[in-house]
T-cell receptor, first 112, second 112 residues
């Protein structure tokens, strides 16, 4: 059981470039989440998917889009990266919302 | 507005002593509370939770206390061990909701 996996582990982008962060879980969980972690700000919810086929905005959705590809996979896309999006991004899943969430190892993103 | 607040960015204790981490919340609709632990370069991992129908929950060396009237919860670690050195996040949710709201985190350092 791998749990929650995220790719890539680290990425450097130039301002204006686009990229997709991938997340997959093998626990048959219904709900999936994307967070960003910044110093002194805790974990802030970007988008979540309470169940397959649904997505909703979280606290800080601007500049991001998501796709719940199937029950296992939930991707986060930056269409035009900005330096303010430099952060560590975590994907998480839970059997049902809003119970205990299981987190992936994170993706460190640097936007120059 | 910050609905879940951890006012202490850092805490340092001696090995064997008690560590007390605090968390305050403002949303009276929160009825489920969790603590997560995060090591560097890893995702957060679930530690312990408590429902609002209880005022205490214990799991080994970890105890969470909930004071609903004060909208305050705390995590006690007894005895503290160097391996407990990590960032601790408290989180809260509404049972009717779909998401967790996290605090800013407290860096705990346990000195040998």
């Amino acid at each position: 059981n791998a749990g929650v996996t995220q790719t890539p582990k680290f990425q450097v982008l130039k301002t204006g470039q686009s990229m997709t962060l991938q997340c997959a879980q093998d626990m048959n969980h219904n709900s999936m989440y994307w967070y960003r972690q910044d110093p002194g700000m805790g974990l802030r919810l970007i988008y979540y998917s309470a169940s397959e086929g649904t997505t909703d905005k979280g606290e800080v959705p601007n500049g991001y889009n998501v796709s719940r590809l199937n029950k296992r996979e939930f991707s986060l896309r930056l269409e035009s990266a900005a330096p303010s999006q430099t952060s560590v991004y975590f994907c998480a899943s839970s059997e049902v919302a809003p119970e205990t969430q299981y987190f992936g190892p994170g993706t460190r993103l640097l936007v120059l | 507005d910050q609905q879940v607040k951890q006012n202490s960015p850092s805490l340092s204790v001696q090995e064997g002593r008690i560590s007390i981490l605090n968390c305050d919340y403002t949303n009276s609709m929160f009825d489920y509370f969790l603590w997560y632990k995060k090591y560097p370069a890893e995702g957060p991992t679930f530690l312990i939770s408590i429902s609002s129908i209880k005022d205490k929950n214990e799991d080994g060396r970890f105890t969470v206390f909930l004071n609903k009237s004060a909208k305050h919860l705390s995590l006690h670690i007894v005895p503290s061990q160097p391996g407990d050195s990590a960032v601790y996040f408290c989180a809260a949710s509404e049972s009717s909701g779909s998401r967790l709201t996290f605090g800013e985190g407290t860096q705990l350092t346990v000195n040998p």
